[in-house]
C-alpha cells in the first residue's frame, strides 16, 4: 500500500521557520512530481508548489521566496522549508505525488503560526 506521510508541523511564531518532511513508500518516487498543498479552515485546498521528477519547481505567489521545496530520490522523501511564518499561513499541509493519472495523498500535518 502506497504511504505518504508528513512531519514537522508544528506551533510557531510568526517571522519564525519549519521544516516539512514528507517520507514516501510503495511506489517509484523518482517518477512522480511531488507537491505540497494546504488547506485552512473554510477554504479550498491549494497548491503551495510541487517539484518534478528532473528538479523544476512552481511556487504560488504567496509563498514564493520564503519557502524551499527539495527532493532526495535516495529517500523518498520531499521537503518544505518554509521562513519568515506569518499566521496567513496556518493551515493542513498535504504531500501529493502525481503522475498521469496516479495520483497519492498523505493524511496532512499541521501548522499553525501564532504569537
Known amino acids: 500500500q502506497v504511504q505518504l506521510v508528513e512531519s514537522g508541523g508544528g506551533l510557531v511564531q510568526p517571522g519564525g521557520s519549519l521544516r516539512l518532511s514528507c517520507a514516501t513508500s510503495r511506489f517509484i518516487f523518482s517518477v512522480y512530481a511531488m507537491g505540497w498543498y494546504r488547506q485552512a479552515p473554510g477554504n479550498a485546498r491549494e497548491l503551495v508548489s510541487r517539484i518534478g521528477p528532473s528538479g523544476w519547481t512552481d511556487y504560488s505567489s504567496s509563498v514564493k521566496g520564503r519557502f524551499t521545496i527539495s527532493r532526495d530520490n535516495a529517500k523518498s522523501t520531499v521537503y518544505l522549508q518554509m521562513n519568515n511564518l506569518s499566521p496567513e499561513d496556518t493551515a493542513v499541509y498535504f504531500c501529493?505525488?502525481?503522475?498521469?493519472?496516479?495520483?497519492?495523498w498523505g493524511q496532512g500535518t499541521q501548522v499553525t503560526v501564532s504569537s
Open positions: 501529493n505525488a502525481q503522475r498521469s493519472e496516479s495520483e497519492y
